[in-house]
Every structure is written in C-alpha cells, then in structure tokens.
C-alpha cells in the first residue's frame, strides 16, 4: 500500500515536498517513481529511484529543479520540488516496482510498476 500526501497549492517560483510511504510487502521493492496527470493530458513520468543504491532517473521537464529521495528505514521516498511552474499543475502519483529494472530508462514506463498511489493534488499558481 502508498500513500501520497504534501500536495496543496502554491505560487509560482515556491517548492513543495511530496512524501509517499509504503506499508506492506516493502521488502520485495526494487524501485518507486512519481508520475503526474495534468487535466486532459496522459499520466507521465516525473521521476524514479532505485531502492537499493539510491540512482535516480528524471524526466527532462523537471531535471535541476526536483530532486527525489528515499529513506529505506521509513519505507517513504520524497519529491521535492523547487522553483515550481504553473505546468507542474497535476496529480501526482507514487508507484512502486517490485522488478529489477535496468538501461537508461529504468523505471520511466507505468508498466515498470506494481503498486500505485491514490494521486496527491499540486497546483501552482501562475
């Protein structure tokens, strides 16, 4: 199980931090990522980390201003995000991966993953 939380509304320029802990068979994660929905528009990946090692992956749109994280002791990985723009606007979705996953990609595709999120709301005021 996830569960998302830290969305809410913010201006532009501001950051958040999203939190997402996991409960439940967290022994058997390989990697969890954030993907995003923003009205009208397909979900898309924002984000990923390996659990063990700590590599991350970033979609091009958010690289240098988010930055996610994990801590393995609490089962919860983070997105933080800074200098927010009004097309960061979107659900934002935790999913975790119980397969290992390699290449330059890893953990970029929805089928990546097992387990998702219920979706915490970002909106960014422009």
């Known amino acids: 199980q996830l569960q998302a939380s830290g969305g809410g509304l913010v201006q532009a320029g501001g950051s958040l931090r999203l939190s997402c802990a996991a409960s439940?068979?967290?022994?058997?994660?390989?990697?969890m990522g954030w993907f995003r929905q923003a009205p009208g528009k397909e979900r898309e990946f924002v984000a990923a980390?390996?659990?063990?090692?700590?590599?991350?992956n970033y979609a091009d749109s958010v690289k240098g201003r988010f930055t996610i994280s994990r801590d393995n002791a609490k089962n919860t990985v983070y997105l933080q995000m800074n200098s927010l723009k009004h097309e960061d606007t979107a659900v934002y979705y935790c999913?975790?991966?119980?397969?290992?996953?390699?290449?330059?990609?890893?953990?970029?595709?929805?089928?990546?993953?097992?387990?998702w999120g219920q979706g915490t709301l970002v909106t960014v005021s422009s």
């Open positions: 999913a975790a991966g119980t397969r290992p996953r390699g290449g330059p990609g890893y953990y970029s595709g929805s089928s990546d993953y097992d387990y």
């Open positions: 439940g068979r967290t022994f058997s994660i390989y990697g």
């Open positions: 980390i390996r659990w063990s090692g700590g590599s991350t």
